[in-house]
């Protein structure tokens, strides 16, 4: 560690299950991001959440890129990516900086952004910003949280509780906890889950964001929540929201206002998983995305 900077070792990363892929790095403003590059084809940007990173793509991955080139990078602050050791130095504003960096580094359009969790206030901003790099939309369970009516789900109110009670965070036992079935939630998958984050400063990035839910009209990141939730009304490009039928954080009510609010989206359900879909039903998100892609391009 330097300067406030932690980078999770890389025999953390040794023998990950189901995760056989290279790790690719770039430099972004005196931080190393790293990232996930497989396959050829059009790109297909895949954001996470809070608290997991890039190995939660990993099935989705592999079935997508016969067809895609699947880039899965890391947040700063989780996965393999450089680590800020001071909660405060996480924003809004820092990860929506870097991803705009990200993008332009790699040099990346025509891209299908695929958004999950805090991927969605991220990714979706980028895309309604830059709609010229944007070739379509892929949203799961995820929202738009701006501190006014529509008010938190309780079981976002009881997730943003927890974590901010809970400095250490088992990182690896929230993505268990939030499955329908916990058994197939493996130790190994546990473990790889909480590999980048060995330390308590190592987990400062994932202990910021439950408090950068914004619960006021006022609070840093409300206003952007609430313009791009405006500019989605006049997204004209092709849009799929799939969501799944068990997240207590993000029920299908608010998937089904995502189509509500984007003149062109289509929706599409998800059974028998929680949260984090991708990792419980990853092969079955991917086939959506793919069947979607198709019926747009025959």
């Given at each position: 560690?330097?300067?406030?900077?932690?980078?999770?070792?890389?025999?953390?990363?040794?023998?990950?299950?189901?995760?056989?892929?290279?790790p690719?790095?770039?430099?972004?403003?005196?931080?190393?991001?790293h990232?996930?590059?497989?396959?050829?084809?059009?790109p297909?940007?895949?954001?996470?959440?809070?608290?997991t990173?890039?190995?939660?793509?990993?099935?989705?991955?592999?079935?997508?890129?016969?067809?895609?080139?699947?880039?899965a990078?890391?947040?700063?602050?989780?996965?393999?990516?450089?680590?800020?050791?001071?909660?405060a130095?996480?924003?809004?504003?820092?990860?929506?900086?870097?991803?705009?960096?990200?993008?332009?580094?790699?040099?990346?359009?025509?891209?299908?952004?695929?958004?999950?969790?805090?991927?969605?206030?991220?990714?979706?901003?980028y895309?309604?910003?830059?709609?010229?790099?944007?070739?379509?939309?892929?949203?799961?369970?995820?929202?738009?949280m701006?501190?006014?009516?529509?008010?938190?789900?309780?079981?976002?109110?009881?997730?943003r509780?927890?974590?901010?009670?809970?400095?250490?965070?088992?990182?690896?036992?929230?993505?268990?906890?939030s499955?329908?079935?916990?058994?197939?939630?493996?130790?190994?998958?546990?473990?790889?889950?909480?590999?980048?984050?060995?330390?308590m400063?190592?987990?400062?990035?994932?202990?910021?964001?439950?408090?950068?839910?914004?619960?006021?009209?006022?609070?840093?990141?409300?206003?952007?929540?609430?313009?791009?939730?405006?500019?989605?009304?006049?997204?004209?490009?092709?849009a799929?929201?799939?969501?799944?039928?068990?997240?207590?954080?993000?029920?299908?009510?608010?998937?089904?206002?995502?189509?509500?609010?984007?003149?062109?989206?289509?929706?599409?359900?998800?059974?028998?998983?929680?949260?984090?879909?991708?990792?419980?039903?990853?092969?079955?998100?991917?086939?959506?995305?793919?069947?979607?892609?198709?019926?747009?391009?025959?």
């Amino acid at each position: 560690m330097a300067n406030g900077i932690y980078r999770t070792p890389d025999e953390r990363f040794v023998g990950l299950p189901d995760f056989p892929y290279v790790p690719r790095y770039v430099e972004l403003g005196g931080l190393r991001t790293h990232y996930l590059d497989e396959g050829a084809g059009e790109p297909i940007l895949l954001l996470h959440g809070e608290p997991t990173w890039s190995f939660l793509y990993r099935s989705m991955i592999a079935a997508l890129r016969p067809r895609f080139r699947c880039i899965a990078p890391d947040y700063i602050g989780f996965g393999r990516s450089d680590k800020l050791t001071e909660v405060a130095a996480y924003s809004f504003a820092f990860h929506y900086g870097w991803l705009e960096r990200f993008v332009d580094a790699l040099e990346l359009t025509d891209l299908t952004v695929v958004v999950q969790d805090w991927g969605g206030p991220l990714g979706l901003r980028y895309a309604t910003r830059h709609r010229e790099r944007v070739a379509r939309l892929v949203i799961l369970n995820t929202g738009l949280m701006s501190g006014e009516a529509p008010t938190l789900s309780p079981g976002l109110v009881r997730w943003r509780e927890y974590a901010l009670r809970t400095p250490d965070l088992p990182v690896g036992q929230v993505i268990r906890g939030s499955a329908v079935d916990r058994e197939r939630i493996s130790p190994t998958i546990v473990a790889a889950y909480d590999a980048p984050f060995p330390t308590m400063e190592a987990k400062a990035g994932a202990r910021a964001f439950p408090a950068l839910i914004p619960t006021t009209p006022d609070a840093p990141g409300a206003a952007e929540m609430r313009e791009t939730r405006e500019a989605l009304r006049s997204w004209s490009k092709p849009a799929l929201v799939c969501f799944s039928d068990s997240d207590p954080v993000f029920s299908p009510a608010v998937g089904r206002s995502f189509v509500d609010l984007i003149p062109t989206a289509r929706f599409s359900l998800i059974a028998g998983a929680g949260h984090f879909l991708q990792e419980e039903k990853g092969a079955d998100v991917a086939s959506c995305i793919l069947d979607f892609v198709r019926d747009r391009h025959p």
